[in-house]
C-alpha cells in the first residue's frame, strides 16, 4: 500500500488495496466501486489509464478507504495548520492554489468509525449552513478576535474534529459549545441531556435541508454526525447510552434512505441494520417497526413485491407500539404490497381507506415526531402510486396533479412524484404530456442528485418507446440522456 501511494496514482492504490492479503481473497472491482460511488467501468478505467487529478474525488475516495492522512501525497499544509473555520472565511487571494482547490469541495473534519477524515463539501453547502458566522464577520476583525479570546478555554480545531458536524455550529452559544467540548473530552463525566439534544439539532436540521440540498450534500453532515455518536456512546453511561443510541437510531434510519435516493442499495441496508441494532439496545420499539416500513419500501424500489408486503405486514405488529402515523403509513405500504401481487381492486382501495380513517384520527405530533411527514399530501401521493400498480394509472395521474399543482412539496420530492407522475400519464396513453413532465422532472434530479428520480424517469422511457418518433418524446429523451 504504502509503495501504490508513493505512486501518487490513486488507481494502484485501488489496486493495492483491492488485492492485499488481508481480505483472505481478491476484491471484485464490482465490490469495491460500490464503496467509491463508481461504476466498474469507471473504477477499471481509473486502474489502468492516467491517474486522476480531481482533488475532491481524491479527498472522497481516501476517506471512503480510511487512509491515513500522513501518507497521502494531496496532504493541505494550510489547512492542517489552520482551523477551518479560519480557511472557510479567508478571501481566497489568501490561500495557496491548492487549498483554493480544496475550498471548490470545502473540508470538514469528522469522525467516522473512530478515525478523524477530512470530508469535502461542496461551496453551496458550505455556503447555506452559514459556516463562516464560526468566526464573525470578516469585515469585523475586532469582533473575529473577541469571539477567539472568549473560545480560548478549549481549542476550536480540536472540537471540530472530535466529529461534530460543524454545519450546525453556528447555532450555539459560547456556553453550549463549552459544554459539548467538555462532553466530548470526557463523554463518561460530562455527556448529558443538552449535549444529546445538540445531536439531535443536528439531525433534525440535515432531515429538513434534504429536500432543498439533495442526498450528496447531505450525507457528509450526516456520516460525521454518526461517526460522533458511535464514538461517544463507547464511553458513557449506560442511561445516556442508550439515549444516545435513540438519537443514532433515527440518524441511521435517515442515512439509509439518503443512500436510497442515490440509488447505492448495500450501503442503505448497512445503515437501516444499523438502525435496527442502535432502536433495539435503546429499547426503542416503535423505531424497530419502523426501519421494517423503510425496509419494505426499499423492496418496492427493488420490484420485490411479496418481500415488500411480508415487511409491511411485520411493521404492522402490535408490538411495536407504532404512533397512529405510522400505522397509517404501514397500512398503506400493505396496500401497495397486494396491488402489486393482483389483488382485487376493491380488497385494495378497502386497505387505502383505512389508512385515511387512521390518518385522519391521529393527534397533531411534534414537527419532528416520528412519521410526522406523513401527511394528507404524502398520503394521497402514495395512494396514486398504489393505483398506478393497481391498473387504474388515469385516476393515479389525476392524484398526482392535484397534490404537485398545490406547490407545497419540497423541491426533490417534487421532481420524484413528476417522474411517477410522468409514468402514469405514460401508462394512460398521454406521451406527449408524459414527456414534458419528465423533462422537468430530469431537471430536478439533476439538480438535487437523486439518483432514485432518475430510474423512475428511465422506465418512463421505456414505457414511451412506442412514441419514440414524436418530438417531445425525442426531446425528453435528450434530456434525460444528457
Given at each position: 500500500?504504502?509503495?501504490?501511494?508513493?505512486?501518487?496514482?490513486?488507481?494502484?492504490?485501488?489496486?493495492?488495496?483491492?488485492?492485499?492479503?488481508?481480505?483472505?481473497?481478491?476484491?471484485?472491482?464490482?465490490?469495491?466501486?460500490?464503496?467509491?460511488?463508481?461504476?466498474?467501468?469507471?473504477?477499471?478505467?481509473?486502474?489502468?489509464?492516467?491517474?486522476?487529478?480531481?482533488?475532491?474525488?481524491?479527498?472522497?475516495?481516501?476517506?471512503?478507504?480510511?487512509?491515513?492522512?500522513?501518507?497521502?501525497?494531496?496532504?493541505?499544509?494550510?489547512?492542517?495548520?489552520?482551523?477551518?473555520?479560519?480557511?472557510?472565511?479567508?478571501?481566497?487571494?489568501?490561500?495557496?492554489?491548492?487549498?483554493?482547490?480544496?475550498?471548490?469541495?470545502?473540508?470538514?473534519?469528522?469522525?467516522?468509525?473512530?478515525?478523524?477524515?477530512?470530508?469535502?463539501?461542496?461551496?453551496?453547502?458550505?455556503?447555506?449552513?452559514?459556516?463562516?458566522?464560526?468566526?464573525?464577520?470578516?469585515?469585523?476583525?475586532?469582533?473575529?478576535?473577541?469571539?477567539?479570546?472568549?473560545?480560548?478555554?478549549?481549542?476550536?480545531?480540536?472540537?471540530?474534529t472530535n466529529g461534530v458536524a460543524a454545519?450546525?455550529?453556528?447555532?450555539?452559544?459560547?456556553?453550549?459549545?463549552?459544554?459539548?467540548?467538555?462532553?466530548?473530552?470526557?463523554?463518561?463525566?460530562?455527556?448529558?441531556?443538552?449535549?444529546?439534544?445538540?445531536?439531535?439539532?443536528?439531525?433534525?436540521?440535515?432531515k429538513r435541508d434534504d429536500g432543498a440540498?439533495?442526498?450528496?450534500?447531505?450525507?457528509?453532515?450526516?456520516?460525521?454526525?454518526?461517526?460522533?455518536?458511535?464514538?461517544?456512546?463507547?464511553?458513557?453511561?449506560?442511561?445516556?447510552?442508550?439515549?444516545?443510541?435513540?438519537?443514532?437510531?433515527?440518524?441511521?434510519?435517515?442515512?439509509?434512505?439518503?443512500?436510497?435516493?442515490?440509488?447505492?442499495?448495500?450501503?442503505?441496508?448497512?445503515?437501516?441494520?444499523?438502525?435496527?441494532?442502535?432502536?433495539?439496545?435503546?429499547?426503542?420499539?416503535?423505531?424497530?417497526?419502523?426501519?421494517?416500513?423503510?425496509?419494505?419500501?426499499?423492496?418496492?424500489?427493488?420490484?420485490?413485491?411479496?418481500?415488500?408486503?411480508?415487511?409491511?405486514?411485520?411493521?404492522?405488529?402490535?408490538?411495536?407500539?407504532?404512533?397512529?402515523?405510522?400505522?397509517?403509513?404501514?397500512?398503506?405500504?400493505?396496500?401497495?404490497?397486494?396491488?402489486?401481487?393482483?389483488?382485487?381492486?376493491?380488497?385494495?382501495?378497502?386497505?387505502?381507506?383505512?389508512?385515511?380513517?387512521?390518518?385522519?384520527?391521529?393527534?397533531?405530533?411534534?414537527?419532528?415526531?416520528?412519521?410526522?411527514?406523513?401527511?394528507?399530501?404524502?398520503?394521497?401521493?402514495?395512494?396514486?402510486?398504489?393505483?398506478?400498480?393497481?391498473?387504474?394509472?388515469?385516476?393515479?395521474?389525476?392524484?398526482?396533479?392535484?397534490?404537485?399543482?398545490?406547490?407545497?412539496?419540497?423541491?426533490?420530492?417534487?421532481?420524484?412524484?413528476?417522474?411517477?407522475?410522468?409514468?402514469?400519464?405514460?401508462?394512460?396513453?398521454?406521451?406527449?404530456?408524459?414527456?414534458?413532465?419528465?423533462?422537468?422532472?430530469?431537471?430536478?434530479?439533476?439538480?438535487?442528485?437523486?439518483?432514485?428520480?432518475?430510474?423512475?424517469?428511465?422506465?418512463?422511457?421505456?414505457?414511451?418507446?412506442?412514441?419514440?418518433?414524436?418530438?417531445?418524446?425525442?426531446?425528453?429523451?435528450?434530456?434525460?440522456?444528457?
Amino acid at each position: 500500500m504504502r509503495e501504490a501511494l508513493a505512486s501518487w496514482h490513486m488507481g494502484h492504490v485501488f489496486y493495492a488495496y483491492r488485492s492485499n492479503p488481508w481480505h483472505g481473497r481478491v476484491l471484485s472491482q464490482e465490490a469495491m466501486a460500490s464503496w467509491l460511488d463508481l461504476t466498474q467501468a469507471q473504477l477499471s478505467r481509473i486502474e489502468s489509464g492516467k491517474p486522476p487529478q480531481d482533488l475532491g474525488k481524491l479527498m472522497r475516495w481516501a476517506h471512503s478507504l480510511k487512509i491515513p492522512a500522513d501518507l497521502l501525497w494531496f496532504k493541505l499544509p494550510e489547512i492542517e495548520r489552520a482551523t477551518v473555520t479560519a480557511v472557510v472565511t479567508a478571501r481566497p487571494e489568501e490561500l495557496a492554489p491548492k487549498s483554493q482547490e480544496a475550498l471548490a469541495g470545502g473540508l470538514l473534519p469528522v469522525v467516522v468509525n473512530g478515525r478523524t477524515v477530512l470530508v469535502p463539501v461542496d461551496p453551496e453547502t458550505i455556503a447555506a449552513s452559514g459556516l463562516g458566522s464560526l468566526v464573525g464577520s470578516s469585515a469585523n476583525p475586532s469582533a473575529q478576535a473577541t469571539e477567539r479570546d472568549s473560545m480560548s478555554p478549549f481549542n476550536r480545531r480540536e472540537f471540530l474534529t472530535n466529529g461534530v458536524a460543524a454545519i450546525a455550529l453556528p447555532g450555539l452559544g459560547l456556553d453550549e459549545l463549552q459544554h459539548i467540548a467538555s462532553a466530548l473530552d470526557d463523554a463518561h463525566r460530562y455527556l448529558d441531556g443538552p449535549v444529546i439534544d445538540y445531536f439531535r439539532r443536528v439531525l433534525d436540521k440535515a432531515k429538513r435541508d434534504d429536500g432543498a440540498l439533495g442526498p450528496k450534500k447531505t450525507l457528509p453532515v450526516m456520516l460525521g454526525l454518526l461517526g460522533a455518536i458511535e464514538s461517544q456512546a463507547r464511553d458513557v453511561k449506560p442511561g445516556v447510552r442508550r439515549e444516545l443510541l435513540a438519537v443514532g437510531a433515527d440518524g441511521a434510519e435517515f442515512a439509509g434512505w439518503l443512500y436510497r435516493d442515490i440509488q447505492k442499495p448495500q450501503a442503505a441496508v448497512f445503515w437501516y441494520d444499523r438502525a435496527m441494532e442502535w432502536a433495539q439496545e435503546a429499547d426503542n420499539a416503535a423505531m424497530q417497526g419502523y426501519v421494517l416500513l423503510k425496509k419494505s419500501q426499499m423492496a418496492y424500489d427493488e420490484r420485490d413485491a411479496l418481500r415488500m408486503l411480508t415487511l409491511a405486514q411485520a411493521a404492522g405488529h402490535d408490538r411495536w407500539q407504532l404512533p397512529a402515523r405510522v400505522r397509517a403509513e404501514v397500512t398503506q405500504q400493505e396496500a401497495l404490497g397486494r396491488a402489486m401481487l393482483g389483488d382485487p381492486l376493491d380488497a385494495v382501495r378497502g386497505q387505502l381507506a383505512h389508512a385515511e380513517t387512521l390518518l385522519t384520527n391521529a393527534s397533531d405530533d411534534e414537527p419532528d415526531a416520528l412519521g410526522a411527514y406523513f401527511t394528507g399530501p404524502t398520503r394521497v401521493l402514495r395512494d396514486a402510486i398504489t393505483l398506478t400498480e393497481a391498473g387504474k394509472p388515469g385516476l393515479a395521474a389525476d392524484l398526482f396533479s392535484d397534490v404537485l399543482n398545490a406547490g407545497t412539496l419540497s423541491r426533490r420530492d417534487t421532481g420524484f412524484f413528476n417522474a411517477r407522475r410522468a409514468a402514469a400519464l405514460a401508462l394512460s396513453g398521454e406521451p406527449d404530456e408524459a414527456a414534458k413532465v419528465g423533462k422537468a422532472s430530469a431537471a430536478v434530479a439533476q439538480e438535487v442528485k437523486s439518483e432514485r428520480t432518475v430510474r423512475v424517469l428511465g422506465e418512463v422511457l421505456q414505457t414511451l418507446d412506442r412514441w419514440r418518433s414524436r418530438p417531445a418524446v425525442r426531446e425528453f429523451r435528450e434530456t434525460l440522456t444528457a
